[in-house]
């Protein structure tokens, strides 16, 4: 997953970019299964890897391309702002590592039973919504970044 992360904002091209973060989220999503969370586990599968890759796709063919020119001084930018990015990454993983290992963890202690999805995701299932509400926050903004590249002329 790291490695996919890594490749979705490091590379030069928008359309590979947006099949890592695809990766990712498939990823994710098998994480979410295997944690017992499959409510957030599908809801990630079909909204996070269908309809936030769709439209970051329909995204990047509406956009003009780039110069040869444009690609290389985005590219050192992109070096200079993200050159951090190792360290964050590194540090990130060593503090789920602690997360992980903690007493509570992310495992239900009992059986899902319930059939009232509202009862579950906002009873039992807290940490799920909270890490949907941080994919689709981080979609949001990708989107954001993305659109504030394109000047207000080309439209």
Not at 20 to 28: E, N, Q, R, V, W
Not at 72 to 84: N, P, V
Not at 95 to 108: E, R, T, V
């Amino acid at each position: 997953m790291v490695i996919a992360a890594v490749w979705a904002v490091m590379d030069r091209s928008l359309l590979k970019s947006a099949v890592g973060l695809a990766i990712i989220s498939i990823i994710i999503t098998i994480f979410m299964f295997k944690f017992d969370s499959p409510l957030a586990a599908v809801f990630e599968l079909s909204v996070c890897t269908g309809l936030i890759t769709v439209i970051f796709l329909s995204t990047i063919a509406l956009t003009k391309p780039k110069t040869h020119q444009e690609i290389l001084a985005l590219s050192k930018d992109r070096l200079r702002r993200y050159g951090y990015l190792p360290i964050i990454v590194i540090l990130c993983g060593i503090a789920s590592l602690g997360l992980l290992s903690m007493p509570i963890g992310l495992k239900l202690l009992y059986r899902i039973n319930e059939a009232d999805v509202r009862n579950v995701l906002w009873n039992l299932r807290h940490l799920d919504l909270f890490g949907q509400i941080i994919v689709l926050l981080a979609g949001g903004f990708g989107a954001v970044i993305l659109f504030k590249e394109i000047q207000d002329n080309e439209w």
